[in-house]
């Protein structure tokens, strides 16, 4: 590793860290030089993080609004917000139940609307580095199955992820003058324990995991490594010109 990393002195907070892209996100922003505050509902996962260098682990379930505010003022400042939990529903709009919708709307966009809420206040107060205040970077997990594009049988997932891009694009309009940067990341098929699991209870899993390669045109599911260098980058400063965008990282979904 390097003396000086990208993210040296940079205090992080990311959901959902536990496995996936949240974990992989934790060791190359650690690999960074950040102070990596490590949170997911399943303590067991965080198990992993022991010895982990600059890693804190602790459990934070992101459905509790007060448990989100408890581990931001837990932590001795922040400068960078990584919302990573999020849940896919599995169903076109007949398929949906009230509670589904409920739940995706709970987890992929309100939890993550609470840690702005937590984290931007301290954000606001941070020396900007030039004699003022406000200096924070939120990066929010969207997907490509959003505003950005539709995809079978993900109607309340990208109804959820599309608000994750609406909420983005508002809060970066908001504090665009008061050094909070805020963007969304919005990957393609990334090849994660939550994926295998889905892939895992279709009747046929292979044929399963076949169609979700099928979707991709580069022929190939992502791995989450592939996926962290754009947060990396957007936790940052080399990104400081950059707020309110959706970057996708989708092997070609989007094209
Ligand atoms: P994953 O789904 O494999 O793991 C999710 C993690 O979230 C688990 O560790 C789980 O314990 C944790 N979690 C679940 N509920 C939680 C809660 N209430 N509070 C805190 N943590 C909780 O990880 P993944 O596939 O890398 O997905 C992470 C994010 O990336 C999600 O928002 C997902 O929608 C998004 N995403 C994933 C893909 C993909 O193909 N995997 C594509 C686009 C976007």
Known sequence: MRDRGRLQGKRVLVTAAGQGIG???????AAE????????????????????ERVHAARLDVLDKAAIFAAVAAMPGIDVLFNCAGVVHNG????????????A??????AQFWAIQAA???????DDGRGGQ????????ASVCSSLKGLPSRCVYGTSKAAVVGLTKSVAADYVTRGIRCNAIAPGTVDTPSLAERINAYDDPVAARAAFVARQ??????????IVPVVVYLASDESQFATGQVFSVDGGMTI
């Open 217 to 226: 045109p580069m022929g190939r599911l992502a791995q989450a490594e592939e």
């Open 23 to 29: 974990r992989a996100a934790v060791l190359a922003m």
């Open 33 to 52: 030089g950040a102070e990596v505050w490590a949170t997911d509902v399943d303590a067991s996962l965080l198990a992993a993080y022991a010895g982990a």
């Open 92 to 103: 076109a709009i007949l398929d949906a139940t009230d509670d589904d919708l409920a739940f």
């Open 120 to 126: 931007l206040p301290r954000m606001l107060a941070n």
């Open 105 to 110: 709307l709970h987890l992929n966009v309100r």
């Open 134 to 141: 406000g200096r924070g970077s939120i990066v929010n997990m």
